[in-house]
């Protein structure tokens, strides 16, 4: 990938993916004839699209669904599109809107396995006018409370059992209502038939909880966060003692938000409805006027000793990969691929003599003052500039979109983390020269931490470690440095204390000297190394169809900024298609979308620019695994 005949053929890349082309998530009962039968295509067709379907699908299977033979849709203007707001359940818009749920589930697949979310927009069917010839519904024939079912969505810890008790079924009825249902899972979506069995209580405020062994009223309070008295108040059978088995009414609302912010990341695959070409622009510095084309050699060196060219090929096989993966999602791409030469006069060059009237998006270029001038040339446009590297903040330029959090936003987060955790933990900060404003901000933070100096060359007094170091307590110790002799001995030294001391180390600045050989991977292992981080891990079984058909192209596995390019680059593609505009996409959804190695939380700030606030808090465990701890 890195050779002369690879820039040639990215810079003369354009895709046009097949716009007829669509994705179904199989539902549970559902079959590829039955599906094809909906899509009005033959079988054969999607088998030939989807050869694993052979041996079977399940729910939750992606398919791709062929181009129809018939109509089998409604025209646009027969649907109305609604943002659900909270509390909004399918039984109050399917009242709203004279439609029942299931019709809104048709036009909205995604409901079918997935529940019903706070911003999440619905196409609802527009019921006609009715004229004079048209038959009246009279109440007789208006369907009945006993025929309605709501959603339930499994909590952690229920039960079959719990749920039947909840609303007043047999597990049997339950099971015979969720024919697919085998076992339990959190997050799983139940069909319920409600009437006069219905319970009493206000079920969009609470739940019924089934109490397991081994948990206490503190436990419970703890989880669900909820006050001793609040729980007595709610369940006076507690008076008479915590019991296994027993059910306990507990609030809804708690719950949901918990949950939801362990479970942020959102999917927009399932909310794809403008399919119309987009259009894309990628700056990026290859610089080609540069490369003798008449040596192959050279050419080869060229990119060799090129690390800014090399970061170029990388970030766009990335951005390859991403249009493919559309493509199986029925969005069709036009890219065009501009040398920015890494220059400011020829990014004015090429936007003065090319039309952007149509575009869509530009992603890059990659330098953070070329991203800037490229969104004042395309600011009286309103064209986004997705800028994929830069961290510091850009004032002014309601056009730039910063993909990747800043430096102080780490360090919020981490702090953040620290004050949530540090309860009953024994604090230490050791702060370096030069970093007496992270120390009196962490100081401010945590103000009962312990002050352990470095001295002016470096170093940290043994005996003063030790001393503020505490047996039977977790010592979380705060290191802000950039001094490889202070890190490498410092963390060399406390890995020595680990068999002694209960330690874990800490930092809101992975900077680049705990890189450098001389900081021993095996000791920050050892301390259980956190940091925050913008990406996360790349997982290779996890993402293996994307690490094999990377191997298939480039004959290489993909590094850090193939996998970068190829998240930004999607995650703009699934903005497009599921909000029509990047600037619709952030002003109507208020989600994360998370892929390979990146995640993506965009805010506005007050001067106009948009931001990446999405995060990870990264550990190292004792095998130099990178674990995910927020």
Known sequence: ?????????????????????????????????????????????IYKLNPDAKKGISRGTTLIIPPKTIISQEPEGSFTVHKVRKKETLYSLSKEYNVSIEEIKRYNKFLYAEPLKKGTKLRIPKRPKLSQTSPAITQEEAPSEENIFREHIVLPKETKYGISKKYNITIDELEEMNPWMDSLQPGMMLKIKVGETAPSIDLDK??????????????L???????????????????????VGMELKLPKQLEIEAADYFSESENLENRLEFFETKNLVLMLPFKLDEIETDSIA?????????????????FYSGVRMALDSAKTKGLSVNLQVMDTKQNAFEIRRLIAENNFENVDAVIGPLLQNLAETAARELENKNIPIVSPLSTKEVGGLENFVQTRPSREMMES?????????????NVILIAGNGFSGIKNRILSALPNAKVVDVSSNGTVSQSALIGALEKGRENWVILESDNIGTVSSLTSRLNSYVSSYNISLFTTNKNDVYDNESVSNYHLGNLNFHFPSVDKEFDVLKNKDFVMAYRKRYGLSPNQYAVRGFDITYDVLMRLGAFGSIEDSFAHFEGTTEYAENKFHYQKRQDG???????????YDKNLNRKVVK
């Open 1 to 45: 990938m890195r050779y002369f005949l690879a820039v040639i053929f990215l810079i003369h890349f354009s895709v046009f993916a097949d716009q007829q082309y669509k994705t179904h998530r199989v539902s549970s009962g559902e079959t590829v004839e039955s599906i094809a039968e909906e899509y009005g295509v033959p079988a054969t067709e």
């Open 206 to 219: 609470f739940f019924i909880y089934e109490v397991s062994p081994k948990e206490t009223i503190y436990s």
């Open 221 to 243: 309070t703890r989880e669900y966060n909820i006050s001793r008295d609040s729980l007595f108040a709610l369940n006076p059978q507690l008076k008479d003692g915590l019991k």
């Open 298 to 314: 050279l050419a080869k060196e060229r990119v060799r000793k090129d690390q800014v060219l090399q970061i170029a090929l990388d």
């Open 413 to 425: 987060v981490m702090l953040n983390f620290l004050v949530e955790n540090t309860e009953n933990k």
């Open 609 to 619: 620019t948009y931001f990446n606030n999405a995060l990870y808090i990264i550990k």
